[in-house]
Every structure is written in structure tokens, then in C-alpha cells.
């Protein structure tokens, strides 16, 4: 009984102790890649916008059907693909965001294009913006983002790279 009880007590330290680490952790991550481009290739957020043009350059859309798409002004601003609900929610000259929704929490993933005044050159920042409870599984999961989404954005802002040097 004796031990018992250690244990119980023991493992109610433990994880108060996880929680209290945790809350420690951020409950907001950003992971983010730049890519610099050319000064005329600023129409490269045109193929953001439009979800349709995902095939050509995001990793692993090229395989992948849109499925109930909301078409405006010629692009498919909504759309759904593997259970992930994908909306654009801000589209101007110089940034985009479009909103991942599979369960509870949505991720927000935008472009932005930044101009340099007496330069050559533009750079296009990719960002995912994650936001998590206080659950101990998930803001350590936050740690693991950058290293799991981190590739997949470069790879992106790659083949954007080399859409817009066509």
C-alpha cells in the first residue's frame, strides 16, 4: 500500500510538473522561409491566389483533386482536398493567406512579397502560423514543426521560384 501510494503521488508530481514545462512553451509558432526573386516576377502571388494553380508548384498537390471548389473573379478561392478545408482569406498585391482547416485548430499560411526600393530583387516569405491549447502534447509538438513543415516550404517557394522564371 505503501508503494502505492508513492507511485500515485509520484506520477501526479510528474505530471503536474510536464504541464507546468510546458506552459512554459509558446502557445503561438511561426515557421517561416524566404526566397528571393527577381524584380519583374512580382505576379508570382498569382499563383498562390488561385488554388487550382497549386498543382504546379506546391509539394504534393500535383497529385491531389480539389473538391468542392468556390470560384471568384476566375480562381478557386475555396476548396477542399484530403479532408482539409483550404480558404483564402486575404489576397492583395503583396500578401496572401489562405487558412487550413482539418479538426479543430486552423493554420494560417501566408506569402508575402516584399519590395526593396533601388534594388533588383523581391523576396517572397512564406509563413505557417500555428496556434495550440495548453494541452502538453501539443505545444510540444510545436517544437517538431519547423523541422517536419520546414522542408516542405522550401520546396514550394522553389518551384515558385522556378514558375516564375518561366
Known sequence: MKYIKL??????????????VTLLLPSHVR?????????GNDSVL????????????YPGFDT???????VANGRVISASVKNVQL??????????????????QPVRNSWKLIRYAHSDSLTLQNYM????KWYPWERFSGLLLDGSYGRIMEQGLRQLKEQAHK
Open 7 to 20: 507511485f500515485i503521488f509520484s506520477a501526479v508530481v510528474l505530471l503536474l510538473a510536464i504541464t507546468g
Open 31 to 39: 515557421v517561416s522561409r524566404a526566397v528571393n526573386l527577381y524584380a
Open 46 to 57: 498569382n499563383q498562390v491566389k488561385d488554388l487550382a494553380q497549386w498543382k504546379n508548384w
Open 64 to 70: 491531389l483533386e480539389l473538391k468542392d471548389a468556390v
Open 87 to 104: 480558404w483564402v482569406i486575404n489576397s492583395s498585391d503583396s500578401l496572401v493567406t489562405v487558412q487550413m482547416k482539418k479538426g479543430e
Open 129 to 132: 502560423e500555428f496556434d495550440f
